[in-house]
Structure formats: C-alpha cells, structure tokens
C-alpha cells in the first residue's frame, strides 16, 4: 500500500461516523429540531390553535396521544386517517417521520380549556 493510498483509506474511515449519522434507521437518534420544523409546517394547520379563541380541526397532539406508542404515531402519520388527515408517508422518509413522533412525545398536554373550545361550538370532530 502506498502511502497516499493509506491516507486515503485513513480519511474514509474517519467519514464514516458523519455518514452514519444521516443513513436513519433505529440506532440514530431522531432530530428533534426536523421534527419540530416539519411539525409545524405540515402538521399545526390542523393540531395547533393560532390564536387562543380560534378553533382547531384535528386534536392537539402531545406525548400521552395513542398511549405515548411511537411506533402507533409513525403509523397514523404515515397512512392518515381516512377523510379526516393525509398520509404522510410519499412525503417524509421514515427518519423524517421518526422526527416528528420524537417532537410530539416532547409535548406536553394541553391545559384544559377555560373557554368554550371548537369541540362545544360543534366545529370540531363529534366522535371524541
Ligand atoms: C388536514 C388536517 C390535518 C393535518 C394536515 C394533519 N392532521 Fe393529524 N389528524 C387530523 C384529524 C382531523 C385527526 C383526528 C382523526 C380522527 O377523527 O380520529 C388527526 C389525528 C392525528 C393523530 C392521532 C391522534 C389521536 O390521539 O387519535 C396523530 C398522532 C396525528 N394526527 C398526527 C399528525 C401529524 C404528526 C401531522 C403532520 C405530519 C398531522 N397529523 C397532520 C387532521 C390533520
């Protein structure tokens, strides 16, 4: 081996651990920070109140939805709810997908509202 060779294979070696970092897959953490991003880009328009007095489609989401289950999350993320949410699965990468469950489960419940919410004024889903 020649010595620039060596260098080479030295230098590739030392790539790998920032390669593996963005390869996914369930020994990598998932990135808060994504998930928080994308979370509020596809997912608030229905989860999040703007404003306290307005109404909100979908239900506030925090860690104690579908029992705190990750892997339940990543499944309604991914495949929707039929006529009420969009599947997100042609959209996000599963490491994306893993983002965001890992940003809701950082969520705390929501108080219980002193104001009559969306649900009480009917504009909300009847079933829950
Ligand atoms: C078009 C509006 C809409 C968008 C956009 C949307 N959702 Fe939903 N989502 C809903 C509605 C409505 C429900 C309640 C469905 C039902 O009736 O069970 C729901 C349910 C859920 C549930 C299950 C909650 C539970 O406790 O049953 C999760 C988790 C969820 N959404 C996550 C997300 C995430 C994460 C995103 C963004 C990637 C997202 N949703 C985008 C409307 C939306």
Known sequence: MTR???VFLLASLLALP?????????A?????AVGRQLYEQSCGVCHTKPLVTSGRFGPALSKENLGG???VMAEVISNGVPQ?????KHQFNT???????AYVQTLDPPLPDAKP????TGERRDDN
């Open 4 to 6: 620039k060779t060596g």
């Open 18 to 26: 920032a390669f593996a970092q963005n390869a996914g897959g369930p």
């Open 28 to 32: 990598v953490k998932p990135d808060l």
């Open 69 to 71: 289950q990750a892997d």
């Open 84 to 88: 009420r949410m969009p599947g997100f």
């Open 95 to 101: 490491t994306q997908i893993r983002a965001i469950v």
């Open 117 to 120: 919410t969306a649900r009480a």
